[in-house]
């Protein structure tokens, strides 16, 4: 059975948009979300006409720059 009390920090949402990815990210502005995305620091797909980042790649790229230090 699913749950729809699901909130956007729990692990099974896989697709984040620019305005979730920028809050999530410290307010870090949507331009700067997508020059990660451009850079292939994160990972940015398109569904139908709509551009996505996907969640799990934010959380890898936060821990690439925890390990950098």
Do not use: C
Request: proline share 1%; no cysteine.
């Amino acid at each position: 059975m699913h749950d729809s009390t699901n909130t956007d920090d729990e692990p099974d949402e896989l697709l984040w948009s620019y305005q979730q990815t920028s809050a999530k990210m410290g307010d870090l502005s949507q331009r700067g979300v997508s020059r990660l995305a451009d850079r292939g620091e994160i990972t940015r797909i398109h569904v139908g006409k709509r551009a996505f980042i996907v969640a799990a790649s934010v959380r890898e790229y936060v821990a690439r720059r925890m390990a950098q230090g």
